[in-house]
């Protein structure tokens, strides 16, 4: 994954509203943050997977910072 991956996806994380990613489960999240950032940037499979599998693995810090600011 790539610095500027990792800077969009945090971007878009921290400016979507608190709501929006607290009311989504894991697996929903996942899958809106994918569809914002294919909407911005163009993905192959891989790194659609590995993208995937960093969001799966960061939900509990998403959902942390998301209500900080809730």
Request: glycine share 2%.
């Amino acid at each position: 994954m790539t610095p500027t991956m990792l800077r969009q996806l945090w971007f878009l994380i921290e400016t979507t509203q608190a709501n929006m990613l607290l009311k989504l489960d894991d697996a929903s999240l996942v899958q809106w943050l994918l569809k914002q950032i294919k909407q911005e940037r163009s993905l192959s499979g891989h790194e659609i997977d590995i993208l995937s599998d960093y969001i799966l693995s960061k939900t509990s810090l998403i959902r942390d910072l998301a209500h900080d600011r809730a």
